[in-house]
């Protein structure tokens, strides 16, 4: 999942307080989360484990891990989802990437990923997460990335803009993604039709 470009000088980026809201809402999220599956349970919990370091938890540069948003992007009907071929480790992923000091909320820093990684306005976020993943990954010289996921519809007729940091964005059905695979993207599938189902968000007829 690319990162993201800071681009407000006048966010301090070294200060874990600057993380101080988003981490409160990180903690209350996922305190009152009823996980979608028992592997979902279990990275919830260390999710929790980890946000008991504090504000720093938000940021990259936390390197023990920190918490990440992304986003299983839907066209408008549901019937196909916009996944990225991410540049650096050669793999088709969902889009996401890390919290930034301008975040408030993990709704907000999902939605924002997903829009800057799909080119695409008008998203709507379902405010609940689908899933909740820990992996590891090569940032900071090696860390973790506690992963929470949101289910995001996009408008009719939406049209995707390659970011800098992916090779190709592609729409596939669910039930056909694309190889290879990012670990942890194809479990998405199930928790986001299902997200669907109860959500205030109203596919297009």
Avoid at 14 to 21: H, L, Q
Avoid at 105 to 120: K, M, N
Avoid at 164 to 172: K, T, V
Wanted: proline content about 10%; charged content about 20%; hydrophobic content about 40%.
């Amino acid at each position: 999942m690319p990162d993201a470009v800071i681009t407000d000088p006048t966010v301090p980026t070294n200060d874990p307080e600057t993380y101080a809201a988003l981490h409160a809402d990180a903690t209350a999220v996922l305190s009152s989360w009823q996980p979608t599956s028992p592997d979902a349970a279990d990275a919830r919990d260390r999710t929790l484990a980890l946000l008991a370091a504090g504000p720093i938890a938000m940021s990259r540069q936390h390197r023990p891990g920190h918490v990440t948003a992304s986003a299983w992007l839907l066209d408008a009907t549901g019937s196909r989802v916009l996944l990225c071929l991410h540049g650096k480790f050669g793999r088709w992923v969902q889009l996401g990437g890390h919290c930034e000091p301008t975040d408030q909320t993990l709704v907000a820093a999902a939605l924002r990923e997903a829009t800057e990684e799909s080119g695409i306005a008008g998203l709507r976020i379902d405010p609940v997460p689908i899933d909740v993943d820990v992996h590891q990954v090569q940032c900071q010289g090696g860390s973790a990335h506690y992963d929470v996921r949101f289910a995001v519809l996009a408008p009719p007729g939406a049209v995707e803009q390659i970011s800098d940091e992916s090779e190709e964005l592609g729409w596939f059905p669910p039930d056909q993604l694309p190889e290879p695979l990012a670990g942890g993207t194809a479990q998405l599938v199930a928790p986001a039709r299902a997200a669907l189902r109860r959500s205030p968000l109203r596919l297009a007829p």
